[in-house]
Nanobody, 127 residues
């Protein structure tokens, strides 16, 4: 059974930093891409960042580029989202995800590419 368990998040002032973690079990973590998405009430879940199975390719939403960094530690079966220079508009529930398909996927930024999801973690940035 594939499980994605998130940790991190919380309340931070604008300009601050947080790191989200996503521990994966039940599969060979290193064979799968990872994505991070976020959602605010009343809105669609939106893409934040993604990383290829090898870690050699990363993708970012324009809104977070230069502030957020996605990474992975295959030895620990864990993915990370380092969030710096946080803004109030970054407030959302953040989700990590992995696709069913191993290795290369067609669209790293689409929610439809991902099949397994973490439980979500709240990030609140105060002004």
């Amino acid at each position: 059974q594939v499980q994605l368990v998130q940790s991190g998040g919380g309340l931070v002032q604008a300009g601050g930093s947080l790191r989200l973690s996503c521990a994966v079990s039940g599969r060979t973590f290193s064979a799968y891409a990872m994505g991070w998405f976020r959602q605010v009430p009343g809105k669609e879940r939106e893409f934040v960042a993604a990383i290829s199975w090898s870690g050699s390719i990363t993708y970012y939403a324009d809104s977070v580029k230069g502030r957020f960094t996605i990474s992975r530690d295959n030895a620990k079966n864990t993915g990370y989202l380092q969030m710096n220079s946080l803004k109030p508009e970054d407030t959302a529930v953040y989700y990590c995800s992995q696709p069913l398909r191993a290795y290369i996927i067609s669209d790293y930024t689409s929610e439809r590419s991902y099949d397994y999801w973490g439980q979500g973690t709240q990030v609140t940035v105060s002004s």
